[in-house]
Nanobody, 126 residues
Framework: QGQLVESGGGSVQTGGSLRLSCVVSTLRYSEYSVGWFRQSPGKEREGVAAIVSDGTTAYADSVKGRFTISQDNTQTIIFLQMNNLKPEDTAMYYC????????????????????WGQGTQVTVSS
């Protein structure tokens, strides 16, 4: 029910762009919240961006104006467009899902999400 598959990670230089994709085949006809999180070695997992089935979005302050979360028309793919990447964006990026509409205050909290993908690595070099 909650299978997620991420793709799109890679290595770029500072200022570059990447688009991550999270395929979730069970989103259609459901209420849901989907978030992108990241974790680098020695650090806690942190919320980056999230989207709710009603269209609500949320972003971490560190990525506002650079990252955009969106959804395709089939409502089965969640994208994270990452522009003007910085070395501090280097991390493993995870897609996560819960089948409820989270409040805005909970959207960037890892504990609020139930299903997780395997992650995709993003590396930004200076």
């Amino acid at each position: 029910q909650g299978q997620l598959v991420e793709s799109g990670g890679g290595s770029v230089q500072t200022g570059g762009s990447l688009r991550l994709s999270c395929v979730v085949s069970t989103l259609r006809y459901s209420e849901y919240s989907v978030g992108w999180f990241r974790q680098s070695p020695g650090k806690e997992r942190e919320g980056v961006a999230a989207i709710v089935s009603d269209g609500t979005t949320a972003y971490a302050d560190s990525v506002k104006g650079r990252f955009t979360i969106s959804q395709d028309n089939t409502q089965t793919i969640i994208f994270l467009q990452m522009n003007n990447l910085k070395p501090e964006d280097t991390a493993m990026y995870y897609c996560a899902l819960v089948f409820i509409r989270l409040s805005e205050s909970a959207l960037l909290r890892p504990v609020a999400f139930q299903y997780w993908g395997q992650g995709t690595q993003v590396t930004v070099s200076s």
